[in-house]
């Protein structure tokens, strides 16, 4: 008998769709040939990818406004295999040192799940990885999941820890690219206090970053470990958390798995927007080799037209 995931019946009883992500002024056509994931789940309500990018903008603007705890935080393969036990999880950046230091650190993270759900946003990258046979009819042009991990396990997941996945806690994973790399989100981080919460900081090339907006932040820097943040979190927040200004405005993450711990625990000490920017940041570092190239919905046709 074939498996029954918790997306198939959210999908079959039309709470959720999938279709494609177009977002106004991003130009794919340099990573399309790498990685065409350009379908993505919605919700019934939103009609299209620019809404989503609206949404996401108005969120961090009153996070920013009410002094709100307000996570954003990613999810892709590597989380995937992280919350399946799995050492695939290493990727680019060491993730966990051992099965048994994720199944350790779990209880952490689904905790912070949980608080992401109620207070922020889930930035899943959710896509249609049914077997070929069957992705191939419901959407054309999708590659095959990486090592077994779904999105679809991932939803799974949630589902069996009491999440659920709704329009108030939902937006597609490329949102948050398409979101920081634009004007809209340079125009209001302008003048405000931005910590950098990363391994590694370039401030003047950070500072360039936004100027091509005339975009002017004042961007402070708090280092973290360059690894097993994920699973080593609760050791070192204490000292990341005293380093951090207590009147900064939003923060930027950098993080891998551990993300989700780090913009939660920002959030809530700070009330502040915590947004989980990853490959972003490499981009305003002009470190982009650091994500082995360019990403989907991070490139503007024009950034000068947007202004």
Request: with cysteine.
């Amino acid at each position: 008998m074939q498996k029954v995931y918790h997306l198939d019946q959210l999908l079959e009883n039309n709470i959720f769709r999938f279709d494609k992500l177009v977002i106004k002024n991003i130009d794919n056509s340099s990573v399309d040939e790498k990685s065409p994931q350009e379908a993505s789940l919605f919700h019934r309500d939103i009609s299209c990818g620019d809404k989503y990018v609206e949404v996401l903008q108005d969120l961090i603007k009153q996070g920013m406004l009410s002094r709100r705890e307000t996570p954003v935080v990613r999810f892709a393969d590597g989380e995937y295999a992280f919350y399946e036990n799995n050492l695939a999880c290493n990727g680019l950046y060491k993730q966990a040192e051992s099965v048994q230091a994720i199944k350790k650190a779990l209880p952490a993270h689904i905790n912070a799940l949980k608080i992401l759900a109620k207070t922020g946003k889930i930035a899943a990258l959710i896509y249609p990885d049914k077997p070929e046979k069957e992705r191939k009819r419901i959407f054309p042009f999708f590659r095959k999941p990486k090592e077994g991990f779904s999105s679809f396990k991932f939803v799974d997941f949630l589902f069996t820890h009491n999440i659920e996945l709704s329009n108030e806690n939902y937006i597609p994973f490329y949102t948050v690219y398409a979101y920081l790399t634009s004007i809209d989100f340079a125009n209001l981080v302008n003048n405000k206090k931005v910590c950098i919460v990363s391994s590694e900081c370039n401030k003047d090339a950070c500072k360039r970053w936004f100027a091509r907006f005339s975009s002017y932040p004042d961007i402070v820097f708090t280092e973290i470990p360059d690894s097993y943040v994920a699973t080593r979190w609760e050791s070192m927040k204490e000292n990341v958390l005293s380093q951090v200004p207590s009147d900064v405005d939003l923060c930027l993450v950098g993080a891998g798995v551990g993300s989700v711990l780090v913009c939660i625990d920002m959030a809530i000490q700070f009330s502040i927007p915590a947004i989980d920017a990853g490959h972003i940041l490499n981009m305003m570092n002009g470190r982009e080799d650091k994500s082995n190239g360019p990403r989907l919905y991070t490139i503007r046709k024009n950034a000068k037209e947007e202004k």
